[in-house]
């Protein structure tokens, strides 16, 4: 009896202790006098998040709930506030006028226990500003060209791939072919892995794929955890990847570093340049003197970033784009006349040059990656206490900031009839006629991807390719408007994304 009563004893100071500490964690907005949308314990604002509905279209509720109360209002992640920005001049301060006081994202890093993921996403302050120096040079337009041959050597992989698999109806789930071709084209200019998924080998390279992309079940809340509580989830052992993916990468990578090494091997990728900073400490085209070289894991936690921040960026922006062509026939036409002519005179073949030349599909791009921006949230923390200008609100410091970026881009105010899907909002014309942060879907300021240019390579050849070869039209599976996927932290419709194929 006695022994009940003490238990009971702890486990009610134990909820109650719970209870006080999410009590006065839910009262910093109240004291800041920061417009804040009422939390309930204990999930804050973020009910249904993962279950009911997706993360994004909880972020544009609470933007639209609070844009009119403030540049800067409050949100509460679980226990965590979080200042969610609504203004685009505040955008602007954060990523890139007052960037000094929030270089960092907070993300988990584990560096010891998870060597991947200090990784140039991770990483803070001075280690930051090393690796991105470092690592920049290898993302030049000159370096993207050359990289630009992986890409093009994959384009009859990915039609034969298509013409292989699509059903007797003619369709096919689209994103699963596109997984495959950015997994191949970013496995080989990353860790210079000739992975061939696309006609079927290496099959465990996307079942580590969907296993860290969370598509295999419900996910959020643990990133949702790991993101919020950094330290205690260190503390707990948490892992951000499990121990299979760690050591498949892991063994992957420093194998072909290795293999590479011992046979003196040069080749014009990414892998090659983290070997050289490895071994030499710079790379050709480098503005930073520091000739600090990097460790083997430090190698490793960038190569495998390359993977995983390029792999479904990509393949998730090309079959938006083809879904949303198979939905707008005019659109499509428009696209394969301006690939017909820009390849008139390379015998069809889609050159980099005759890529770059193709404004409408750049334009296509454009507005895929505003309605289904792969990075719909940006993340920040601040460093020092910041006062936002024109307002009397300080971010303090250590505090998350969060810009959700798919908000803006359905924002009416700066998109009219946000949710059609019109290229022509990219003319030159109509950009100028908006404020340049109302669009950012590779972030801004000194911390935007660093693989921008080469991810848009990447989704403009796909979007191409399949263009040029096959007439695309929804299968009856597919519902319009499409509706995220709530419970993957990935941005997928619930449909998935079925297509018809017509070979032209
Ligand atoms: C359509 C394709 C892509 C999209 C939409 C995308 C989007 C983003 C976004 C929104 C961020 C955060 C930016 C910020 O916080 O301001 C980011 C960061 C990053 N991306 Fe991408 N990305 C794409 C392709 C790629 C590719 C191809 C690579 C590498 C091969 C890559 C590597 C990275 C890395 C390493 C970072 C962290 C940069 C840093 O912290 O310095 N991304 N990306």
């Avoid at 969610?84 to 602007?92: F, Y």
């Avoid at 590479?260 to 503005?287: P, T, V």
């Avoid at 949710?419 to 590779?442: A, C, L, M, Y």
């Amino acid at each position: 009896m006695g022994v009940l009563i003490i238990f009971g004893s702890i486990v009610a100071i134990f909820i109650t202790s719970i209870y006080v500490y999410f009590r006065w964690k839910y009262s910093f907005f109240e004291k800041e006098g920061v417009p804040h949308l009422k939390p309930k314990f204990p999930l804050g604002n973020i009910q249904g998040m993962g279950q009911e509905y997706h993360m994004i279209d909880v972020l544009i509720q609470m933007y639209e709930k609070l844009k009119m109360k403030g540049s800067v209002v409050g949100i509460y992640n679980l226990a965590e506030p979080i200042y969610l920005i609504t203004d685009v001049d505040v955008v602007k301060d954060v990523l890139v006028k007052d960037f000094n006081s929030f270089v960092n994202r907070g993300s988990y890093i584990n560096e010891k226990d998870e060597p991947l993921t200090a990784s140039l996403l991770n990483v803070e302050d001075d280690r930051w500003r090393f690796l991105r120096n470092k690592l920049s040079p290898a993302f030049s337009s000159g370096k993207i060209k050359s990289m630009y041959f992986t890409v093009s050597s994959l384009g009859n992989n990915l039609i034969g791939a298509i013409e292989r698999e699509i059903n007797d109806k003619k369709s096919l789930e689209v994103k699963n072919i596109m997984i495959r071709f950015t997994v191949d084209v970013v496995s080989s200019v990353s860790f210079g892995m000739e992975s061939n998924t696309l006609n079927g080998e290496h099959p465990e390279m996307i079942q580590h794929f969907r296993e860290i992309f969370g598509i295999e079940g419900s996910n959020t809340l643990y990133f949702l955890m790991l993101f919020c509580f950094p330290d205690l989830s260190k503390f707990l052992k948490l892992k951000f990847f499990s121990k299979r993916v760690t050591e498949y990468f892991s063994n992957v990578i420093s194998a072909n570093i290795k293999s590479r090494e011992d046979r003196n091997e040069s080749r014009n990728d990414l892998l090659n340049m983290l070997i050289e900073l490895k071994n030499k400490g710079s790379i050709e085209g480098e503005f930073s003197t520091e000739t600090k070289k990097l460790t083997l894991n430090e190698c490793l936690a960038q190569a495998f970033i390359f993977f995983f921040g390029g792999s479904d960026t990509s393949s998730t922006t090309i079959s938006y784009a083809l879904t949303e062509l198979a939905y707008n026939p005019d659109i499509q036409e428009k696209v394969r006349q301006e690939i017909l002519d820009k390849t008139k005179d390379t015998n069809g073949e889609i050159t980099y040059e005759a890529l770059q030349e193709m404004t409408y599909l750049g334009q296509v791009v454009d507005e895929t990656l505003r309605m289904y921006t792969p990075g719909f949230a940006i993340f920040r923390k601040a460093s020092e206490d910041y006062k936002v200008s024109n307002s009397n609100i300080i971010i303090r410091k250590g505090v998350k900031v969060w810009i959700p970026t798919l908000a803006f881009h359905y924002d009416e105010k700066f998109w009219k009839n946000s949710t059609k899907f019109d290229p022509n909002r990219f003319t030159q014309e109509e950009i100028d006629k908006r404020p340049k942060f109302s669009f950012f879907p590779f972030g801004e300021g000194p911390r935007n991807c660093i693989g921008m240019r080469f991810g848009l390579v990447n989704a403009k050849y796909g979007v191409a390719m399949i263009i040029k070869n096959f007439k695309l039209t929804p299968d009856a599976r597919m519902k319009y408007p499409l509706k995220f996927n709530p419970k993957t932290i990935l941005m997928e419709p619930e449909t998935g994304f079925w297509l018809k194929f017509d070979k032209i």
